[in-house]
């Protein structure tokens, strides 16, 4: 092998790895996270924030298919700087809805598993939890992903 074919074969191993880096969002797509509320924000006063873009994120509860819609409800962590992943905590943010017209598989879609959502919040949604009355924000899901189970 050549030094012109080990340096290709190493740049190609540097941009690989820098490109799988990146994570799954585009940098405009992370630009969303310098202007949106906080989270806390949000649950005080969710009717302000209606028609607003999120970069939000947590750990699945439930997944709900429904006639023309999946509902996903998202137990909120924050996430991490890097990777956009929603981090491991015990603290509980609160809990919203992700709504998307796609089929979510419940068994793919699974409770604890962590998911990161891009979407405009649509509507406050009334619901229980327990015997607690619960407003959840709903998220209208422009981009959904799903993280394995290890990063």
Same mark, same amino acid.
């Given at each position: ?10 740049? #190609? ?10 994570? +799954?969002?585009? !940098?405009?797509? /992370?630009?969303? %996270?310098? $202007? ?11 009717e302000a924030y209606i028609g ?13 298919? #429904?006639?023309?819609r999946s509902l996903i409800e998202?137990?909120?962590? +924050?996430?991490? !700087?890097?990777? /956009?992943?929603? %981090?491991? $905590? ?44 619960? !407003? ?16």
């Amino acid at each position: 092998m050549g030094i012109k074919s080990l340096l290709f074969c190493i740049l #190609l191993f540097f941009s690989t790895a820098t490109f799988s880096l990146a994570g +799954p969002f585009t !940098k405009e797509e /992370k630009l969303i %996270l310098k $202007t949106e509320p906080s989270f806390s924000a949000i649950m005080a006063h969710p009717e302000a924030y209606i028609g607003t873009r999120l970069f939000i994120g947590g750990v699945i509860a439930q997944v709900q298919n #429904l006639p023309d819609r999946s509902l996903i409800e998202v137990i909120h962590k +924050p996430l991490s !700087k890097s990777f /956009k992943v929603p %981090l491991t $905590t015990d603290l509980s943010y609160g809990r919203f809805l992700v709504s998307t017209r796609k089929f979510l598989d419940p068994t793919i879609y699974t409770r604890g598993k962590s998911v990161t959502v891009i979407g405009r919040l649509s509507r406050v949604q009334p619901g229980i939890i327990g015997k607690r009355f619960y !407003k959840y924000p709903v998220i209208s899901a422009s981009h959904i992903h799903l993280w394995a189970d290890t990063y």
